[in-house]
C-alpha cells in the first residue's frame, strides 16, 4: 500500500499556550504528493500564531521547504487546506496573499536600482511616488542602509550580506503581515550569518510581523525561533521552543539533530514514578527518565555531553560508569574530550576551560555521571 492510501493523520496542531486570537496561519490535514503515491507531507496539523517566529527545520527532504511553498502558493496541497489569518488560500493565486518572501539567492532584479527594487512591490499595489519613497526609505533604515549611498546602486554593485540586506528590506517594504524565508543566509559566510540571525530577529521583535523561516541549520534555528518544528519524513517529530527541544528532546531523531548528543544503548529493566532502570550493553547499570519506552524494551539514551561529569562528587550526579579517555581537544573556552563509554567510543563530555582544572590523558580511565534529570530513554533510533 503507497503512502498516499497509508497515512494516518497525526495531530501536531500545538500553538502558543498564550494563543486565543485567529492563527496567523493554519494547516488542517494537508498533505502533498507529487507523483500520486509518496506523500512528502504527512496529514499536517499546524497553527502559526499571529506574530510568531516559527522555524522548520529538518534535513533535505524532509519536506520543510514544501510546506513553506504550500503556503505561498507556489506549489498546491494534494488533500487539506491552508488558512491564512482565517480564510481558506488554496485556490488563492500566489500574487493574491500578500506574503512577503525572502530567498537564498535573493531574487533582485539585477536592471533596477536598489531604490527600484524596494519601490516595486509598491507599485504593483498602486502606491504614489511620495508614498513609496516614504516607505522605501523606512525598509532601508530597518536593515541599516538607509543613509542614501545605496538607493541609486544595482545589486552586482553590493556585497552578498549587502543584497541579502535589501532582499529583506524588500520582503517588508509593503508592510506584510507574513512573511516567508527559505533559507536565507545560505550563501553567506559564518560571521555574516551570525550577524545576519540576530538582525532578523531584532527586526521580527520590533515590527511584530508573523515570520516562517525554514533551514537545515539548527542553531539559526535555536537563536531566532519563538517555536521549532523538526521535520522527517514527511511529519513534525517535535514541535517546542527551541530550550525545550533541547532540553526535553521527545524521540531519539530530535535528540540527534538538535545540538551535539550522546547515546548510550540498553534495556529497560524496570520503571518507577517515571524513572527507568537502564542495563547498558557493558552491564552497567544507570537511571533515566523514561519518555517513550517501557520495561523490556531496548531503548537508546540521551545525554548532553556539557551534562557529564568526570570524576565527579557524589553529589552532583546519581551514578557514575567506567570510561576510557580516547582524545583531549583543548578549544580555548572548554576542553573536549572524546571517550569510550558502554562501547560507544564517540562519547563526548565539554568541560570548561577554568583556572587549575585537571587534564585528562589518552588511556586514562576514569569515571563518568551525570544527573538522572539529565538523561533521556527514547525509542531504539533504528
Known amino acids: 500500500m503507497n503512502d498516499l492510501a497509508a497515512v494516518k493523520s497525526r495531530d501536531v496542531s500545538l500553538a502558543p499556550a498564550e494563543a486565543t486570537e485567529r492563527p496567523m496561519v493554519l494547516f488542517e490535514e494537508v498533505q502533498k504528493s507529487y507523483d500520486g503515491e509518496t506523500l512528502v507531507v504527512k496529514n499536517l496539523n499546524l497553527s502559526i500564531a499571529r506574530g510568531e517566529f516559527l522555524t522548520m527545520l529538518g534535513p533535505s527532504g524532509s519536506g520543510k ?15 487539506g487546506e491552508i488558512y491564512l489569518d482565517g480564510r481558506p488560500i488554496n485556490s488563492v493565486p500566489p500574487h493574491q496573499r500578500g506574503i512577503g518572501m525572502v530567498f537564498q539567492n535573493y531574487a533582485l532584479f539585477p536592471h533596477m536600482t536598489i531604490a527600484e527594487n524596494l519601490a516595486f512591490p509598491l507599485s504593483v499595489r498602486g502606491l504614489g511616488r511620495a508614498e513609496q519613497e516614504k516607505k522605501v526609505q523606512r525598509a532601508l533604515d530597518m536593515v541599516q542602509m538607509g543613509d542614501g549611498s545605496f538607493h541609486g546602486r544595482r545589486p552586482t554593485q553590493l556585497s552578498g ?12 517594504v509593503f508592510e506584510p503581515e507574513l512573511v516567508l524565508m527559505d533559507e536565507p543566509l545560505g550563501a553567506l559566510d559564518k560571521q555574516l ?3 545576519m ?17 525554514v533551514t537545515h541549520d539548527q542553531s ?7 517555536r521549532v518544528a523538526v521535520f522527517n519524513d514527511g511529519v513534525i517529530q517535535q514541535l517546542a521552543p527551541p530550550e525545550v527541544l533541547y532540553e526535553k528532546p521527545e524521540n531519539s531523531f530530535v535528540a540527534q ?16 514514578d517515571g524513572i527507568a532502570r537502564v542495563e547498558l550493553t557493558d552491564g552497567e547499570s544507570v537511571h533515566a527518565l523514561a519518555i517513550n519506552a517501557g520495561p ?27 570510561a ?33 582544572a585537571r587534564r585528562f590523558k589518552r588511556g586514562e580511565m576514569v569515571r563518568v555521571g551525570w544527573a538522572t534529570e539529565d538523561c533521556r530513554a527514547l525509542d531504539r533510533g533504528e
Do not use: W
Open 296 to 322: 523490556g524494551e531496548r531503548t537508546q539514551l540521551s545525554i548532553r555531553p556539557e551534562r557529564v561529569e568526570i570524576d565527579p562528587d557524589e553529589s552532583v550526579t546519581d551514578h557514575t560508569v567506567t
Open 193 to 195: 550569518r551570525e550577524h
Open 324 to 356: 576510557r579517555v580516547e582524545e583531549v581537544i583543548y578549544l580555548g573556552d572548554h576542553i573536549r574530550t572524546r571517550m569510550t563509554v558502554a562501547g560507544n567510543a564517540d562519547f563526548i563530555v565539554k568541560t570548561r576551560n577554568r583556572l587549575g
Open 197 to 213: 540571525q540576530y538582525e532578523i530577529k531584532h527586526i521580527h521583535e520590533s515590527l511584530g510581523v508573523t515570520v516562517i523561516y
Open 65 to 79: 521547504t514544501t510546506c513553506l511553498m504550500m503556503v505561498a502558493g507556489f506549489e498546491a496541497a494534494t488533500n
Open 161 to 172: 550580506g549587502q543584497q541579502q540586506r535589501i532582499a529583506l528590506a524588500r520582503a517588508l
Open 220 to 226: 539559526e534555528a535555536l537563536t531566532m525561533s519563538d
Open 257 to 272: 539533530f538538535i545540538g551535539e548528543n550522546n547515546t548510550l544503548h540498553g534495556r529497560i529493566r524496570s520503571i518507577n
